[in-house]
Each structure stands twice: as structure tokens, then as C-alpha cells.
């Protein structure tokens, strides 16, 4: 976890305090499940909720596990300071530490589930509002980085709404593949406890059971977690890519939003750098990496071993609270982008009129010119816009060969971007009208 | 492409001919739906198909692509010594190669995870099978590659089936998810096209429009695709590695089948080795190494650069037909995987009743020995089955501090292997009777 | 290996007539070594070199291993066809498969090396000229996309150069790394097989004896050589970013070439699209995505398990063919790249003189003026410059407040280029004179 | 960074106190070198020393940052604090920030490499102490998992020695890859820095000068560096599967060491987990992810992009300090294994003599007996020991068609250990008595 690139509230996730916080509703919740079964006494299941609103000591906690060596003997062994040895004689019955550090672990990812689709609504908020903003804000289109034909910055923005749309989606998913408990014994045989403990623990803690467990809950379901977190960071990449590129200084036509005060990194004005889009192309990779150490978390030895444990120390908070801080700042970088329309026409007109110069082919072939004739025409008043900066139109309009096939009325419609945007409105609707994954 | 990690019909569906066979089909439909549109001319939509029952010429293309340099354009010229220059005319008519290519790929995939599907369902079914077949076979859990409690063979194979199911769920989302066709034109604008021709096409190519592509289907959708496949082949590598232990000639409680007449690498009768389950496991790194570079085409540049392409030559036929032969040889060795019980015995009962100790300890404690003495008492006796291999139960029997608390036949009851087992039923339940994901 | 991206002498490494002929070689050079310790006779080690200008039929090897299931006894007993049976009978003896198979790949893997050091020096010698060409062609430099200061072309290509030999430094050390055999028998205890074997086919092949090998030569070496060309194939994406970004319609400071009679993807002239290098940014993926799973195979079972094996018969042709591929591209692309050094200028000043508001600010800061007053002196004749087109140094002198701290000469002096390339013959010569690495 | 997973040493490289330190250091030497040059007054360059004992207060320094939300005008503005606002308006002259940052994460590399290197000189040496004293014990070597033929643990030892040696060249070679630093300026042309100020401040701080930086110092060393970790971390691996193998209940051949006060996880006394190799095999991930992003940091845009500033905030630290613990948790484990010769014998006589049977079939085939009765012959005696437990060389002894091709002490030897062992001093020489790299 990198401090500067951390939010409070996906962080408090991973503290110690949480941890045991949920370490300790697990049990109680099990008390109550196995005191429901007449496994212990009601009265000692009930004394577990005395430390209901205790705040766990962290240090004292640490202090006992560098006597016991293991941590949930020390956490049993603090909570028994706050309830009394005798009340506490009972709790962690029949269970195995793993049972409830796997369901914590789950608990854990589907709250930072919950946060990251919060995360990703802000984000999908802010760029369905941009795309409707700039719907008809005419930008050109670009292949290999070339221009193509025109589009519009909307357009831009709804592509983008569609993809983080989609990795909601996918997110929603993993959230419910990883919303599983286990409390099954220590080869997952239920030997020492009954599946009904499991089933109220489960219910309490917002969990369904695991069907089927051994030690440990399965890791595919980890493994596909962090999977789908990768997506969703190459989505954040590739809306990052596309600012940095219209910031770049031969384009401008966007930048990150710069505070009035702000100054830039320099005494030139030009000087504002897309350092947050720039960013998140490398958070993008810092989430990206736990994928394959998930994966290759799966295939443990027999009904466990522990090797996934150091793995998911270094992932599980890294990885959500990168993403977490991420999507945040996207959210932000999009919310706010300077959009600047006049320069995207200005770009698109750098070759004047030239990125018409298919349409124009087009009309040319379908008013009965050959192909090779067509292209020929064409491509001999394209080039005096290339090479010598002549407007596109003009030329055509001059040219008696071009004039012989397309009347003046035909050659200016072939001009018209309307032609290019009719079909936003349509686009707009499958996007945002209905479930656009 | 491994030939001999490669299965004819999987590596069917990315052959030349199968490619050029979905240009057609695309081509056809899309003329189809440009004569309803009035676009073009009825007839030569319909002339078109006069080239239904062709099997394009691989080389021929080939040759007329060594010409133009383009590898769309080649094949309608091919096309056009199909059916006629004339008839031919309209063909492609307002549409970009990518709008061909990005929609043949969606469907190669979406054939691709059909076969993958089909695979899983060989794969469910003799790990269902064997389930049942092992369900009540006793042996022991291990964590750490340790000896714990026992649990019993058809809980491992249930577990398997569990995780291939969740698998299964997975793929057939990621399908959904590929299963996306675009014919929007040079940058997604429908410029040139209506948005009719693409559905029509999609409809017919049992696909769904891509409400918002750009010059090309996002690749946001292919990334969550072999990611899946990448934790499918996680799962493969999870049940190689459960089999490879089995047959360690320490452990041998079960093993790859060995036909009658086959030799074994040498001499040496017990020299029968888990290459099978070894090949799957390499074989599923080279599925996973897909996942990463998947993620990194996400982010192209605008409405699209090529980076990807290269990529998608490679890791759209690799991991897809790398991964089809996986699951099809994990199949056949789930199948036919010979299991020793008796080994699993044996094994068990390297330590004589030694895995029984936990019951014992608990045992005592509940019959109000403090835990110190119990944990005491307990040790004493393992340590004499650890170090001079006696007979732990025996052992028990013949300490007095141990009867004084638990009388012989209360003893006796914890070695009762049904212990263990008694909730098995449950759990198949959970697995089999019900969707386990 | 995709077809389009492979070159024939690389893709001859890993043919199977290739394989077989080092086969031939080994056991051959093994025989010799036999004979002169005396264990086989002379005369049979000698008639094993009738075989020497054979060309080994793999479509018979093929139909051989179809029954024996064992490609290195299908070799031997086509070897036997070749040179009779009872002079054949020596050939192999004390050996075992992995003897062979591991030193092979070991052998292709050093030639693939050599071929890959001989494609670094085509990119490096493409560069030092494109260097020295362009020296003095002054460009903009830019941070974050941004213009910052101004550069040379000269640098960019000088820098390229320097990164690609120290891949080419680090390559040979990943092949003097790979260039080990092992004939150590079957755990590599030389059990069955004097040292004095091994040590005799390496010198023969070209490679040290393995120090210490189990069945197995051990993988970190592989690793290393894959992590290798992990990291070249990134420096290639570096290249492949920079052009990319010179080509892009604004920018236009560079375009790969583009044969005279080559038509571009349509009518538009600039619609010449950099399609080598995206190639080349999606050939890197694809030669780093061997990285991790070679990685993956070191961990191998004792003195070895088969996993690697697939994995290697999948990575090891195609990263080394994808970066052979990758290389000879990229050095037609940088020895043909055609550069426009007025766009540079034009780019450059695209806001006219901006690019030295830092010389001036620091300059006025020097002439004594606060660093506040200097900033708020530099800014405000910057935007006119920003927002109205104005040119930078003319606005500069009409300011009394700067005239009064800088004369008109020392404004002027500020606009020199040759202050930012008074250094390049330096770096150039650190570059080129010596050892970069 | 995972402070369970953590040491001090390493810990303390990544903390704000040092950065700040090195920092200091960078300007204090770099004022040094322009005062040289006549740039800057003798006494502003010696007054920056005056703060050589100094603790940098981190607090203050963000206090300052929180304002200039630029972190190196923050320590210069804290720098100030301490030796006054006019000797200090010299310090930092002509550098760019990325000057300091870069050299100083150079800085910080080295010194994490330099730790790296001892802590692998701890596991050599204890590898090579337990190689020597395991020398000739012997035990069976395995393939696939399964006996094959004998080999000794000092072998063991000593080919994981060999592949650490590897390990260690190959960080050395990443160290001296990494060891550069840059005073280059904006980007990279020195226009406001003479070469001579880069010269002395890379001298002073153990580094070389880039000999071609842009405003960074190239990726390219960044990710040899990683990728150097990435193959160690593989090799930690490998030993501790090796050890997780031996540990396993069924082998038993090793295991780490145990406390004599330690309990294990239960009552059961075989219940020790090999949970450090476990949590190497984890650890090894960690290391290995930070691989890829590495890579992908390389292609930067032009003279600079920030993207990797975020992921070298992470892997930096990361990678170092998890490899840095994993190194010193091996070498303990190494150090204090626990080995088991008897149970070594034992396993490899679990069938009695079989592991002999292919040095009796040899025997059999050099004595006359063709060699498919060879096989037969020794696959009917094998089939017993196999089958009904017999032991071999009883069975061969008393078999007639063997007894009539072999005496009874050819056969007798056949059974020798110290056929397999003779050539052990031979390997030990290769790998102790020279550079086994």
C-alpha cells in the first residue's frame, strides 16, 4: 500500500482494528449458532456480545501473539480479557483458524467490492454527464493515431461509459463469487462443528456458505477476484491513454482540469502536464500485477497450503486500495477535463477538408467514374492539400473533371459533418437507454 | 500452436478456410440487409450467395494478397472469380475491414468457448462420476502436505467439480461477453452504414450488436475472456497437482492410467510417471500467459491502433486450443485415474491412530481435564507412536491418567472413522444437487 | 509461431530435421567419448558418422514413435536404419533422454542467440547512422507530452542506441548462461556415464558442461534468457512508442516509409498509418509474455518433473522467432524512417518562443530581479503568446519591466538554439566512442 | 511492504529519512561541482554542508509540500530552514527535479542490491556447509515424483549452491546495471548543467554517469533489475518445494527445524508444518510480480512520462524488502534443517532393491541375454517385490535364468550405493573448487 495513492475508507478495510473486529463477530455469531444447537451454554453464547463495542487493543493483541505465536489463540486470548476466561472458554469451539480468517478475508473483499462499485458509479456518473455534454461536439476520429473521420467527444465519453459499464458488470460478478464463509473444521469435513454453525455465520456476516470446502475456501474464486480488478485497470488505462493523448501540446483538446492558483511546472503556460492520466496508467499496472500471483495461488497442495497467505497479504489491500484511489481520480480527471471544441476543429481541419476525401471517392464511384479513375482524381487534389495546404473543397470544386461527375450542391453536401453525427442519437440511446454490457 | 497440444476441432476454428468461411457469411448477410435497406440492388445481394457452397481458395488469396497488401481486399477479389466482378460489385459496399475482421474474431471465440463448454461438461462429468464412485473412501486431509484429519476421495473429486463448475459459469459469461459483432464503419460512426446492416449481420452470426464500437470492438471484452480462461486453467493445474501427489511413490493413492501392454519407462514396475498431469500443468502456464497481454491490448490508442493484432494472432489460437486439449486429457484422466483405498489406508495409518490425537485432546478436555494436562497426556502417547511406532489407541488404553477420564469404550469411539464422514451426504448435496457456484 | 512473423533461419532452429540433426550430433560426439574410454568400441562409434550427411526422415521418425511412444528411441532406431543395426547398438549407451533433449535445447537456444545478437547489430548500426545523421536537427524534447526544452533527433536515435546495446551486452550474457549440456544420466550422477562424456559433446557443441545437473539442466538459466529477451522487447516498444508518436497527423515529424508506388489505406494522402511499429508495441507483448512462465518452470518436483517441457515447446520457438522478427522490422524501420526536421521546427514553435520562458525567467532571476517578480514578468508576456499568438521574444522587448534588467542582445541571446545542443558532441561521444553499457 | 515480511536494513533504504538524505547529499555535492565550475561562490556550496549532520524532519518537510505540492521545492524550502535562505538559493541550480529523484532511487537500488548480495552470500554459505556434510548421505533421486535412481543430499545442496551462485552474478551484473545516476537536466541536454556537475555527483555517490538520459534515466536497467529479482525469487522457490517435499508425512526426509519448547499446530507430534518454505513459495510471487510492470514501464513518452513514478513507488520497496527477508528466512532454513539420512534409506527401500532393477537389466544385456528377455527377466522378479513385498536381489538371486547369466556377486554389486556416489567429489570440484556460474 503506497500512502499518497490510499483512500480512508478502503484502508480502514485492511487495518488491524478491522480485521478483528470481524474476527470477533464471526465467533460470536458462531456461539450463538452452536449455542442454538445445544453444542455450548446459551448464557456463554450471550457473554460473547458483551464486547460488542469494545475496540480491540492492536498492540496488546501483537504483545500476546509474540508469546502464543498465532494469531487468533492471541486475539481468543485478548477477547477472554474483555469477557472473562469462563465466559470465553467456549468461543472458538470446534473451529479451525482458518475458518475464520478465509471468512474474514471474504468479508474483506466484498466491503471493498462494495466501495469499488460506489467508486465506479462516480465514474460512470461522470462520464455520462460529459458524454451528454459534448454529444455533438465535433472531434476527428482517429486510426494508427491518423486522422480518419470525424466523430464526436461525446461519442468519446459514451465509449468509455460503456466499457466501465461492463466492468461494473464483471465486478458485480466477482463481488458475489468471492461473498462465500467457511466454517468447516480443518480438512473441511465438518468433522468437529455442524454445517448449521456455518449457515448462521454466514447469513450474519452477508456471506452464502461454501459449498464445498476444505481448510481453506477455494481460489479460483480469489484468483477471478483480482482477474476482473485487472480489467477494470486496463479500462482505467485506456481512458488515460486517450486524455494524455488530447493534452499532448500538438493537440490540446482536453486537459486536466489546473486550479486558477495552480501553477504549472514552469513559467510556461503550455507546461500543463496530465500527471494524474499519467498516473493512473501506472497505478493501472500496480493493480494489474496481483493477476497472476492470484492465479497462480490456486492450485494449493492437498487441502491446503499456506503459500497463498503471504501473496494475499501484499495483493488483497494493495490491489483494492489502488483501485479504489484510482477510480477516484478518474472520476475527478473526467469530471473536470477542459475540453476545448474549437481545437478539435481546428486539429480536424489541419489538412482542410481532407478527411473528406472518401466520401468524396465514394460519390465519385457511385456517379459512374471508375474506381481507378476516381482515386486518381481524388488523390491529385488531396495532394495539393497535403503538399501545399490548399482547401480540400475548393480544389474539387475547380477541378472540371470532378465537376463533370458531382455538381457544385453534391460536392458541398459531401462537407457536411451532420452526415457524420447522425447516428449519435442512436448510438446514445443503446448506451445509456438499457443495459449497454 | 503446439501440434501435439492440439485437437482438430478447436484448431479448425482458426484455419484459413474457417476464417474466409465467416468473411463470406459476414459479406453475404451484410448485402442482404443493404438490399432491404434499397442501398444496393436486390439481385446482386442475393448473387452473392451463388458462392454459398465454395471452398475458398487459401492460396489463391494468398497470391492476390502478395499484390494488393491487403488482406480483405484479396479475399473479395477472390470472391469476385466466385460470383462475378459485376455481381460483386456491392459486396463490403460502406464498410471497413475491421468491421469483417473484429466480427469474425468475436465469432471464432464465440465458437471457441462452445467447444470449451463442452469440454467442461466431459470434465464435470468424470469428476461427478468419481465422486459418487469414491464418496464414502476414506483418506487422509492433509495441510502443509501434513498429515490432519481424514476426509474421503469423493470429497476431493466433489470439490474439483465445484471448482470446474464455478469454471464453466465463468466461460459462459465471458462468452456472452464476446458474442458482440460491429458494423459501424471507419471510426463507429455508421457513417457509411446503417445501423440495420449491422444487426441484421450480428442476428444471423448469432451475435449481439456492440452498442458502442469505435473503429473496433473494444478489447476490454477479450481481456475478461482470457482472463477467464486463465483461471479455468489455474483450476487444471489445481487437480494436476492433487494427482501428482497421489502417485509420488512415498504416497501412491492413485494413478494415471497405465494401459496393460504399456511399458513404463524403464524396469522398474513402480516407474509409472504422472506425465499426463505434468503436461497439464505447463500447459496451463501457457494458457495464463495469455492474460497479461490481453490486458495490455485494452488500452489502443483513439479509435483504434494495431498493437493488439499481433497479439490476438497469437493468444486467441494458442490459449483457446492449448486450453481445449487440456481439458480434454484432465478428462481422460479423471476418467480413468486408477485409485489405491487400500494405499490411502495404509498411508492414514503411517502413524497409527496418530490423526486421531485432535479428537482425543478435545475428548479429555470436555471431560473436565484442564487443557495442560489433556495436551499432556496426549503427547506423552503420540510421541511413543511418533518415535518407536506403537499403536496410539493401545497406547491410550493402557494409560490410567487417560482412562481415569475417559472410560475404554469412549476411547474407542474416537477412532470411529464415521466421525469424519457423517457429513459428506450434506455436502455432495451442496455440490450436486444444487447449482454450486 | 504465427506464420507472418517469422523469419526462415530462425524458424529452421526449431524445425524437427534441425532437432534430430543435433540429436545425430550428440549421440555421435557421445560415442566418440565412449570409444576413447573404452567402453564402446572404436569401430562402432566411428560407423555412427556414416550417418553424418543424412538427412533424417521425420515423417518415418514420426511413424517409429507413433508405436514406440518415445521420441528419442523413434530417433535411435531410424538412426538404426541408417548405419545397421548391430553398429547402431553402442549409440546412446549409459545416456538418458534428457542428455540429449536438455543439451539440444541448449544448443538451439545459443544459436537462436547468436541470430538474435547478429539482429541487434542491424537495429544499432541503423541507429548510430540515423544518430549522426540527425545530430543537429534540432526537435522539441517532452516531458509528459508536453513541450519542454528543446533536443536533437540525433539524441532520441543515440539513446535508442545506447539502450539497444546494453540489451545486446545483456544477451550475451543470457547466452553465455544458456550455453551449458548436461550427459549426467538420470538424476545426474553420472551413474551410468563417465564426466569425460559430457565434457567431450559440450567442447563438440559449443557449450561448458552444466556444473551440476539433475535429470534436468537447471531452468533459472532458461528463466534468465527469457527475462532477457523480456526486457529487449520492451526497449523495442520504447522505439515503437517514439515513431508512433512522431507520425501521429499533429505531430508529423516522422513517418515510417512508405514505398512510392504504395497506396495508403484509402484516398488520403495522410493516411500513411505507422503499422510497423504498432506491430512491433504488440510483438513485444507477445515475446514478454514467455517471461513469467519460464519463471514458473524452475520450481521443478526433485530432479525433475516434466511441466517445463510444454511450456518450452510453446515459448522457446516463439520468442525467439517473434523477437528476430521483431528486431529485423525494427531495423528496416529505423534505417528507412523518413524524418522532417522543418515539422520539428514547426511543432517547435508552435507557440513562438514559448519553449525559452524558462532561460528567460532564470536569466532575469540572475539580472537580479526576485523570483516572484520574475515569474509574474515571464507569465504575463507567456500568455499573450498562449492565448493570442503573439511571439514570445518580441513581447519580451516591448516590456519595459524586462528591458530594464535585460538588454535587447541578452533577450535575444535567450532564443539561441545552439545553447541547448552545445553538448551533444559530449553524449555522443559518451554513446559512441565507448562502451555505453 | 508487508512489516511481517520485512527487515530493517532494507526497510530503512525506502524510508523519507533516507531519500531526503541522499537528496541532501545529491545538491551538497552538486553545489560542490558548480562551484568548481565558477558557477556558483565557493562559501553557498560549502555552507550547504553545515547541514551534513542533520535529521531531516519528515513532518515538516509535507507540512511544506502540503503548500508547494512539489516535493523537492519542499526539502529545498526545509533545507533552507537549516542553513539559511542565502547560502541556500544556489543549492539545486540548473537541475531538474527527475535529477534528484532518479540518481536517488539509483542510489537506493544499489544499496538494496548490495544488502540483496550478502543476504545471498548467508544462503551460499549455508548451502554449502550442508552440502559438505550431507556429501555422501545417500538418498533416491526422483522424476516425475517417482524413485529413480540413488543420488545424496550433499548433492541436493549443493546444485541449489550453484543456481544461488548463478543468482548472485546475475545481481551483481543488475548492480553495476543500475549503478548510474543523471544531472542532465530538463531533458537530458545539459543546456543548464555542465556534464562536469553530473561527473562528480555520480563519483560521489558510488554511481557512473548515465552516459545518455533524457529527463529520466532509462527504464530499460530498471526492468533488468526486477526481472534479476524475479529469477532469484524462482530459485527460492525451487529450494523450498525441494523442502516442502521432504517435509511431507509420507517422505519424511526433512523437515525445518523445531524449536525444542515450539508446540506444533496441535496435539499431534507430526504435525509440523513446513510453513517457512510455504511462505517462501509465496514470497517468490510477490517478488516475481513486480516483473511485468517493470517491463511495461520501459516505453515511456519521449523525453519522459510520470507512469512509472507510481509503480517503482510500490515495487521498488516491495520487491527489495520481501526479497531481502526471503533470502534470510532460506538461509535459516537451510541453516537448521532438519535431516533424516535413516528415513532417506527407508523411503528408498520401500520396495527393496527396485530402484536397482535398470543396472540389472543393463548387467543382463552386457552378459549375453538379449534384451527383451533382459526385460523379462527382470520384470518377473521386480512383479514380486512389487506385488507381495519381496526383496529384489533375493528374487534374482534365486531366479535360475538369471543366476545363469550372472554371478551371484554380479549381481551382488549390482547393489552397490557407491556406484551411484563415485563421481559425487568429481561434481562437488566442479561446484565448490571454481565459479560454478
Partial sequence: MI???????????WSPETKFRIWYEIEAHACDAQAALGVIPKENAQAVWRAKDVEFDVARIDEIEAVTKHDVIAFLTHLAEHIGAEDARFVHQGMTSSDVLD????????????????????VLEALKRRAHEHKDTVRIGRSHGIHAEPTTMGLTFARFYAEMARGKARLQAAREEIATGAISGAVGTFANIDPAVEEHVCAQMGLRPE????????????????????VIASSIENIAI???????????????YFSPGQKGSSAMPHKRNPVLTENLTGLARLVRM?????????????????????????IAPDATITLDFALNRLAGVVDKLVVYPENML????????????????????????????????????????????????????????????????????????????????????????????
Fill in 290 to 314: 496481483a493477476v497472476v500471483p492470484a492465479m497462480e495461488n490456486v492450485a494449493l497442495w492437498h487441502e491446503r497450503d499456506i503459500s497463498h497467505s503471504s501473496v494475499e497479504r501484499g
Fill in 3 to 13: 500512502p499518497r495513492y490510499a483512500r480512508p475508507e478502503m484502508t480502514a478495510i
Fill in 242 to 256: 486517450e486524455i494524455r493523448h488530447m493534452q499532448r501540446t500538438e493537440v490540446l483538446e482536453a486537459e486536466e
Fill in 346 to 437: 481546428r486539429n480536424m481541419n489541419k489538412f482542410k477538408g481532407l478527411v473528406m476525401s472518401q466520401r468524396v471517392l465514394l460519390a465519385l464511384t457511385q456517379a459512374g467514374v471508375s474506381r481507378e479513375d476516381a482515386y486518381r482524381l481524388v488523390q491529385r487534389n488531396a495532394m495539393k492539400v497535403w503538399e501545399q495546404g490548399a482547401d480540400f473543397k475548393e480544389e474539387l470544386l475547380a477541378d472540371a473533371e470532378v465537376t463533370a461527375a458531382l455538381t457544385p450542391a453534391e460536392i458541398e453536401e459531401k462537407f457536411d459533418l451532420g452526415y457524420h453525427t447522425r447516428h449519435v442519437d442512436t448510438i446514445f440511446r443503446r448506451v445509456f437507454d438499457s443495459n449497454p454490457v
Fill in 103 to 122: 471468512t474474514t478475508l471474504n468479508v474483506q473483499l466484498v466491503r471493498a467490492a462494495d466501495i469499488l462499485l460506489a467508486d465506479m458509479d462516480r
Fill in 211 to 230: 459449498p464445498i470446502s476444505t481448510q481453506v475456501i477455494p481460489r479460483d474464486r480469489h484468483a477471478m477476484f483480482f482477474a476482473t480488478l485487472g
